[in-house]
């Protein structure tokens, strides 16, 4: 690699895009300034500012202008799409904004060096508070991943073949939810690729710091630019890859016991689950057997992302997530009318009323990636973990690492399901959350990725 890269990324695509700036028109001499907005007319981009109409086909490229740091701002971005956070906020960005047209949705894409658009990410997923070690893990990991899906999508420009994410046959319904390749941009803004809000959360001089003394580094492994994944807590376990995406082994995404390390550092006896012996790592307890995941999920076993410090969630949990309480286990609890609706309309099948949730196969994490639903008119089994989180939840569970209760049976019909859970987020990779406690313990960042990325090596890159 000779430099840094420039990235695109898309921000909002919608029938009207509302912007705001003092821009430079493409390669000519004119501008445009104040309240924008941008439409389809006839294939082509229609940017209406005031009285002024302009048409631009197939786009155009706007580079914000202007004295000092040039910025522009989007009115009405979604963060959060789909999540139980959703909501809409106004989001100021450095770079240049592309318009395109797709279909009668006019499509804003950022345009970004890599290292200002990590700024941001680093921001977005976290506080920008949080300690040098936490924010300097990061930095690496969401470099690598993005540096590793822009590899991945020039192999597929090039032949590669693209994995079935979906298997749907006589009662079995198995879809895996990974970033998808973007024909107009590279990566999306959301939580579904990193979050990126432009500079609306303002990067620190901390995390400038982290940035610049990481500028260019990745994680490697066989001299391969790491997928490096991060969810915000792994319950205590982390997941591997072939569980949650495409079922192939990733040597350096596997379980890990999210604790301080050394083999019989940790005792399991309190939970009922007997740990093997090893050397130099505890070895995390086989909950993917129902009965371990049980006594797992059920008890609030020792983890570095087992912490109730509000100072440290505070470094990972922006004031949006800090709506979520009970990350490190949890409960929902469905009355039967509601989880048969639920049911129904998420995954579009009528199963009547829903007889039993019956746990079929879980991985190393506890987190189910198989999982039948009984009802009176249908029987399904469903996966992977977010087709299950999905299904089960107007928005998402939290996890897929939970244990069913069946309340109040009669006539073989329960009026309540308790789910108890574990963890938010799919447990891959680095536990945003387990790595702030490792950072305010004074653990290194490389101590951090070594433990949430076993083998990897770090390498700066440009």
């Given amino acids: 690699m000779t430099g840094e890269p420039t990235i695109a990324v898309g921000i909002v695509e919608a029938p009207c895009v509302t912007f705001e700036g003092v821009?430079?028109?493409?390669?000519?001499?004119?501008?445009?300034?104040?309240?924008?907005?941008?439409?389809?007319?006839?294939?082509?981009?229609?940017?209406?500012c005031g009285a002024a109409r302009t048409t631009y086909s197939p786009g155009i490229l706007l580079t914000p202008s202007g004295d000092g740091a040039p910025s522009f701002l989007l009115c009405g971005v979604t963060i959060g799409i789909s999540f139980h956070w959703e909501r809409k906020e106004d989001q100021r960005f450095t770079g240049a904004l592309r318009l395109l047209v797709r279909g009668e949705r006019?499509?804003?894409?950022?345009?970004?060096?890599?290292?200002?658009?990590?700024?941001?990410?680093?921001s977005s997923e976290m506080s920008s508070s949080g300690s040098t070690s936490l924010l300097e893990a990061h930095a690496v990991t969401s470099r690598s991943w993005l540096l590793a899906q822009l590899a991945r999508s020039r192999a597929l420009r090039e032949g590669m073949k693209r994995p079935p994410?979906?298997?749907?046959?006589?009662?079995?319904?198995?879809r895996w939810y990974d970033r998808e390749e973007h024909d107009l941009y590279d990566v999306c803004a959301d939580d579904h690729c990193q979050r990126y809000q432009g500079i609306t959360k303002a990067a620190t001089p901390n995390v400038a710091r982290?940035?610049?003394?990481?500028?260019?580094?990745?994680?490697?492994?066989?001299?391969?630019?790491?997928?490096?994944?991060?969810?915000?807590?792994?319950?205590?376990?982390?997941?591997?890859?072939?569980?949650?995406?495409?079922?192939?082994?990733?040597?350096?995404?596997?379980?890990?016991?999210?604790?301080?390390?050394?083999?019989?550092?940790?005792?399991?006896?309190?939970?009922?689950?007997?740990?093997?012996?090893?050397a130099g790592r505890s070895v995390p307890p086989d909950v993917s057997v129902e009965a371990?995941?049980?006594?797992?999920?059920?008890?609030?076993p020792d983890a570095f992302c087992n912490t109730s410090d509000r100072e440290i969630l505070s470094q990972v949990l922006l004031k949006y997530d800090q709506e979520t309480t009970?990350?490190?286990?949890?409960?929902?609890?469905?009355?039967?009318?509601e989880i048969a609706a639920i049911v129904r309309e998420r995954s579009g099948v009528d199963f009547g009323a829903i007889l039993d949730i019956v746990p079929v196969e879980r991985g190393p994490s506890g987190r189910l990636s198989l999982l039948r639903i009984v009802g009176e008119k249908k029987t399904l089994t469903i996966g992977k973990?977010?087709?299950?989180?999905?299904?089960?939840?107007?928005?998402?569970?939290?996890?897929?690492?939970?244990?069913?209760?069946?309340?109040?049976?009669?006539?073989?019909?329960?009026?309540?399901?308790?789910?108890?859970?574990?963890?938010?987020?799919?447990?891959?990779?680095?536990?945003?959350?387990?790595?702030?406690?490792?950072?305010?313990?004074?653990?290194?960042?490389?101590?951090?990725?070594?433990?949430?990325?076993?083998?990897?090596?770090?390498?700066?890159?440009?």
């Fill in 326 to 337: 009970d990350f490190y286990r949890w409960t929902v609890a469905y009355r039967q009318e």
């Fill in 292 to 300: 371990a995941a049980g006594a797992w999920i059920r008890s609030s």
């Fill in 23 to 48: 821009f430079s028109v493409g390669e000519s001499p004119a501008t445009i300034r104040g309240r924008c907005t941008a439409r389809v007319e006839r294939g082509a981009v229609l940017i209406e």
């Fill in 210 to 278: 982290a940035i610049d003394g990481t500028r260019g580094e990745a994680l490697l492994y066989d001299g391969e630019v790491c997928d490096a994944r991060f969810s915000k807590s792994c319950g205590g376990i982390t997941e591997p890859f072939s569980m949650v995406w495409e079922p192939k082994n990733v040597p350096y995404l596997v379980n890990v016991r999210d604790d301080r390390g050394g083999a019989g550092s940790s005792s399991l006896a309190d939970v009922g689950v007997e740990s093997a012996p090893g």
């Fill in 165 to 174: 994410s979906l298997r749907e046959e006589n009662g079995l319904r198995v």
């Fill in 106 to 122: 006019v499509v804003a894409i950022n345009v970004v060096p890599l290292e200002e658009y990590l700024a941001s990410v680093i």
């Fill in 385 to 462: 973990e977010l087709e299950i989180r999905r299904t089960l939840s107007r928005s998402h569970l939290y996890s897929s690492a939970f244990v069913v209760d069946a309340l109040d049976v009669r006539g073989g019909v329960p009026g309540n399901f308790i789910l108890t859970g574990a963890g938010w987020g799919h447990g891959v990779g680095l536990c945003q959350i387990g790595a702030a406690v490792m950072g305010a313990r004074g653990y290194a960042p490389r101590e951090i990725l070594q433990h949430y990325f076993p083998g990897t090596t770090l390498k700066r890159l440009y």
